[in-house]
């Protein structure tokens, strides 16, 4: 179980330290889009809407590594206060009981939505816009599934915590 568990928290940790350049590369894009306008009174459609695509992939791509370092929301009444079987059973059940079906759901509902875009190859609406909407729309699919990916090494490692402390 560690060993399959551990293999997903490398996968999840090497996207989510891939996606955080493009953090950079938002404030950089965004730099250039304010010299590029003010200074030399330029625009460009599909360089504004880099940022908007870049936000997203860190917000979609990332939420998988803020769930394997529990830095996602939590209303924590009383999570820090239990044992560590304590937590591990509210781990494991958080994630089969929300995070699987939750991000089934999404991955459901967005499947027809993402096909729907990439049978026109969907483009920005706008002209000059960027041509590339149906690849930004299939990362809501990639997101459901590196979320269940780190769920499933959450409820590994938990499972691992709950069956070592009933051994003693």
């Known amino acids: 179980m560690h060993k399959t568990a551990q293999g997903i928290n490398n996968f999840i940790d090497w996207t989510g330290r891939v996606v955080s350049w493009l953090t ?58 239990l044992s560590h079987k304590g937590r591990a059973w509210v781990d494991f059940l958080g994630s089969s009981l929300i995070l699987f079906p939750v991000m089934i759901f999404i991955f459901w509902i967005s499947w027809e939505y993402v096909l729907d875009s990439w049978s026109v190859m969907e483009g920005s609406r706008e002209t000059g816009g960027l041509p590339g909407i149906f690849l930004l729309k299939s990362s809501m699919l990639l997101m459901a ?20 402390s009933d051994s003693y």
């Open 24 to 81: 950079l590369g938002m404030v950089l894009v965004t730099f250039i889009v304010v010299c590029l306008r003010y200074i030399f009174d330029l625009g460009s459609i599909a360089v504004q809407e880099s940022i908007s695509y870049m936000h997203a992939l860190v917000f979609l791509i990332g939420a998988a590594y803020t769930l394997k370092y529990d830095e996602h929301v939590r209303v924590d009444i009383f999570y820090a206060k």
């Open 145 to 164: 599934s590196l979320l269940i990916m780190q769920g499933m090494a959450k409820v590994l490692l938990s499972l691992a915590t709950i069956l070592e």
